[in-house]
DNA sequence: GATAGTAGTTACCCAAAGGAAAGTAGTTAC
DNA sequence: GTAACTACTTTCCTTTGGGTAACTACTATC
């Protein structure tokens, strides 16, 4: 890494411990990956990202809704229909969860595999 | 995004799930980030890293080092002295700061600055 | 009228994470 | 001998995250 100064490893660490806290836990990222495939319902998402509850999943969904990184959609069907999908701004991630899931791999080989 | 199969989003999730697993909680990038900076003592680190109890800053280093993220060198001075340093690893972890210091930091301004 | 599906909420519980404070064992300085 | 510094460990406690199961209110189907 290149010489940086104490400021700019001060500001660093901020923000990083700033987007873990947004994108912490254990299933926000599985969630917004499910909706970056394709925008989904409540029950959808349920059948997708295997062993999540009904109140995480509530209760992920509102977090991320605040971060602006899903968007919740209602139909005014009989019955009304909900559907929630990622937003454009979570698009700014994609090069997070990009790095994240390389290193990801890398990681698991050293440690594990060989 | 670019349009990806069901399989690679699969893999693409396992791998950033790894990837949280080694890094989540509130200290480890922290004090990888610190050490980044320079190989430092326990007191150091404690005194650099605001907040942390030695009780888990002794924890994470250890977690950090099965992990080969960093290295514990022990000299035979009396008394000894124990200084941790940055893995050379730990460099392959550039990338995945840097872009999540990017997004921390854009993602502050969009939703509390403006 | 019973069953199933929609999108959740509520209450209760457990386990892990993390904080606070004190203790330990050794060395050094006064 | 007392105080302070080293690198921790131990104990106790609180907070948070997450799981289970039941329940709600509404609609549609049999």
Redesign the interface.
């Known amino acids: 890494?290149a010489k940086?100064t104490?400021t700019e490893?001060t500001?660093?660490?901020?923000?990083?411990?700033?987007?873990?806290y947004?994108l912490?836990g254990?299933w926000k990222?599985?969630i917004v990956?499910s909706l970056?495939?394709a925008p989904k319902r409540f029950n959808e998402i349920m059948r997708e990202v295997e062993g999540i509850s009904p109140k995480i999943l509530a209760q992920e969904l509102k977090h991320l809704e605040q971060?602006?990184l899903v968007v919740r959609n209602v139909y005014d069907t009989t019955p009304v229909s909900i559907v929630y999908e990622a937003s454009l701004?979570s698009?700014?991630?994609?090069?997070?969860?990009?790095?994240?899931?390389?290193?990801?791999?890398?990681?698991?080989k050293?440690?594990t595999g060989k």
Chains 1, 2 share one sequence.
Do not use: F, Q
């Open positions: 890494m940086i104490k490893c500001s660093n660490l901020k923000n990083v411990i700033d987007a873990l947004v912490n254990k990222l599985p990956l970056v495939d971060n602006e701004y698009e700014t991630l994609k090069e997070v969860l990009r790095t994240l899931s390389e290193w990801g791999a890398g990681h698991r050293k440690i």
